[in-house]
């Protein structure tokens, strides 16, 4: 059976998760416009999430009878979907912002800082942490 397109696409483009994100960029001009700060939190949050579904689904996938890897597929491409949706992003906007991540080192940047848990507060009275 046909996996759908969107799935296979979405997992042979590994549709942004940090790794891929943290690769060298070629050699193309950053785009000049400016994504805003609410832009960049939910690809950020939608990147955390399908990269966690698209793990999820590829095991499930691997693991699965051929015949249901259709269904498998089909289940996946909603979640994937709704998990951007899910940030205010369109399917299309999240796949030109990863775009743009893999070839403006700047946005990349500011997506893996977003990406990154925040330093955890040692609270008072607590050792400094060490030097590197």
Same mark, same amino acid.
Not at 32 to 49: E, G, H, N, T, V
Not at 98 to 110: I, S
């Given at each position: 059976m046909m996996w759908r397109p969107i799935l296979v696409t979405i997992l042979a483009a590994g549709l942004a998760v940090p790794a891929a994100l943290a690769q060298s960029p070629p050699d193309t001009p950053a785009p000049s416009a400016q994504l805003s700060d609410q832009k960049l939190d939910a690809a950020a949050a939608a990147i955390a999430r399908v990269a966690f579904l698209r793990q999820t689904y590829e095991r499930? *996938? &691997?693991? #699965?009878?051929? #015949?249901?890897?259709?269904?498998? &597929?089909?289940? &996946?491409?909603?979640? *994937? &979907?709704?998990?951007v949706n899910d940030q205010g992003l369109s399917v299309d906007e999240y796949n030109s912002i990863v775009d743009r991540a893999r070839t403006d080192p700047g946005?990349?940047?500011?997506i893996l800082d977003r990406l990154q848990p925040p330093p955890e507060d040692p609270g008072p009275g607590a050792p400094p942490a060490p030097k590197e």
């Amino acid at each position: 059976m046909m996996w759908r397109p969107i799935l296979v696409t979405i997992l042979a483009a590994g549709l942004a998760v940090p790794a891929a994100l943290a690769q060298s960029p070629p050699d193309t001009p950053a785009p000049s416009a400016q994504l805003s700060d609410q832009k960049l939190d939910a690809a950020a949050a939608a990147i955390a999430r399908v990269a966690f579904l698209r793990q999820t689904y590829e095991r499930q *996938l &691997a693991q #699965a009878d051929p #015949a249901d890897r259709e269904k498998i &597929a089909e289940q &996946a491409s909603g979640e *994937l &979907a709704k998990a951007v949706n899910d940030q205010g992003l369109s399917v299309d906007e999240y796949n030109s912002i990863v775009d743009r991540a893999r070839t403006d080192p700047g946005v990349r940047k500011k997506i893996l800082d977003r990406l990154q848990p925040p330093p955890e507060d040692p609270g008072p009275g607590a050792p400094p942490a060490p030097k590197e």
